[in-house]
Each structure stands twice: as structure tokens, then as C-alpha cells.
């Protein structure tokens, strides 16, 4: 008895083709809203550059334009802390969906081999139940460290993204102060 019917065979092929154009698709989507963000950063930047200039261009003193400098610098850390947000964000709906795929794909994985198993079990001369047994337990120990490693993975992704916020709210806020302390400098 063959444990791997050519009809299983075609059906994983095709399934796993299924999956690769899939996750094709996924990325180009993810690259699609990168490079929208950086087009809309790009546009945005341009015209506060020219606003900025403006601006620059009319100031009455050296004062206004010191003042002038440290706006735009707040400006400038809070959009690089808003492009910072829209890029991981970004990333983690791709990784996100990406994880969502693997999982799936581990579960069909898992599935089928119970069922290559199965076959070996149900075709197996008697007497190799020791074998089919072996087989099995080592199946179900890969099984577990997977399992393990994927919710390791999965937790650690958890603590960068609350690092990643923590650290984004405290680089607002220094940024904030700073910025408030140099306007009031410059009013002096």
C-alpha cells in the first residue's frame, strides 16, 4: 500500500500553490501601502517645506525665526513618530497575516501526517506497532516544540509592540518638553 496516493500528492501541490500566490498577494498588498505612505509623506513634506519657507521668508526677526525652527522641529518629530506608526502598523497586519496563514498551513500539515500515519499504521505488517508508535510520539514531540516556539514567537511580537508604544509615548512626550523649553528660550 502506498502512503502517498497520487491523488494527495496533486491536492498538496495545488493547495500549496494556493497558498504561495496567497502570500504573494499579501505582500505585494503590504508593499502597495508602503509605498502609499511614502508618497503621502512625500507630498505632505513638500508642502510644509514650502509653508515653512514662506513663513521663514517674512519673519521680522531673529527671534520669530528661532521660533520658527523649534515649531517646525516639533512638527518634524511628531510626523517622524506618526510615519514610525503608520510603518509598523503596516508590518504587523503583513505579519499578522502571515502568522494567520502559517498556522493554517501547520494545522493542514499536522492533519495530513496524522493521516500518512494512519495509513502507516493501518498498512503496517504486524508486529511493527513498536515502530508506528515510535513514529508517533516523535511526530507529537515536533508537534509540541512548534506549538511551543510558535507561542514564543507570538508573545515576543506582543512585548515589541508594547515596548515599541511605551517607547513612542516617552519620545513624545521628551520631545514635547524640549521643544516647549526651546520656544519659551527663544521668547527671551
Known amino acids: 500500500m502506498n502512503p502517498f496516493p497520487p491523488e494527495q500528492i496533486a491536492a498538496a501541490q495545488q493547495a500549496n500553490l494556493a497558498v504561495l500566490f496567497g502570500l504573494a498577494n499579501h505582500a505585494f498588498a503590504g508593499f502597495e501601502k508602503l509605498v502609499e505612505l511614502n508618497l503621502q509623506v512625500m507630498k505632505s513634506t513638500l508642502t510644509d517645506?514650502?509653508?515653512?519657507?514662506?513663513?521663514?521668508l517674512v519673519a521680522k526677526s531673529?527671534?520669530?525665526?528661532?521660533?520658527?525652527?523649534?515649531?517646525?522641529m516639533q512638527?518634524?518629530?511628531?510626523?517622524v513618530q506618526s510615519y514610525s506608526r503608520h510603518l509598523y502598523d503596516i508590518?504587523?497586519?503583513?505579519?499578522?497575516e502571515f502568522a494567520k496563514i502559517a498556522e493554517a498551513q501547520y494545522q493542514a500539515h499536522n492533519r495530513r501526517m496524522q493521516g500518512i500515519i494512519d495509513?502507516?499504521?493501518?498498512?503496517?505488517p504486524p508486529g511493527s506497532e513498536g515502530a508506528v508508535s515510535a513514529l508517533t510520539s516523535v511526530i507529537t514531540a515536533t508537534n509540541n516544540l512548534c506549538e511551543s516556539m510558535y507561542q514564543t514567537a507570538?508573545?515576543?511580537?506582543?512585548?515589541?509592540?508594547?515596548?515599541?508604544?511605551?517607547?513612542?509615548?516617552?519620545?513624545s512626550k521628551a520631545a514635547k518638553q524640549v521643544t516647549?523649553?526651546?520656544?519659551?528660550?527663544?521668547r527671551t
Open 75 to 79: 512638527q518634524l518629530g511628531e510626523q
Open 49 to 56: 517645506t514650502q509653508a515653512n519657507t514662506q513663513k521663514a
Open 180 to 186: 516647549e523649553q526651546a520656544s519659551r528660550t527663544a
Open 91 to 96: 508590518g504587523s497586519a503583513a505579519q499578522a
Open 154 to 171: 507570538k508573545q515576543a511580537v506582543e512585548v515589541a509592540e508594547s515596548n515599541f508604544n511605551r517607547a513612542s509615548t516617552a519620545a
Open 119 to 124: 495509513n502507516l499504521a493501518n498498512g503496517a
Open 62 to 72: 531673529p527671534q520669530e525665526l528661532l521660533v520658527l525652527q523649534v515649531s517646525r
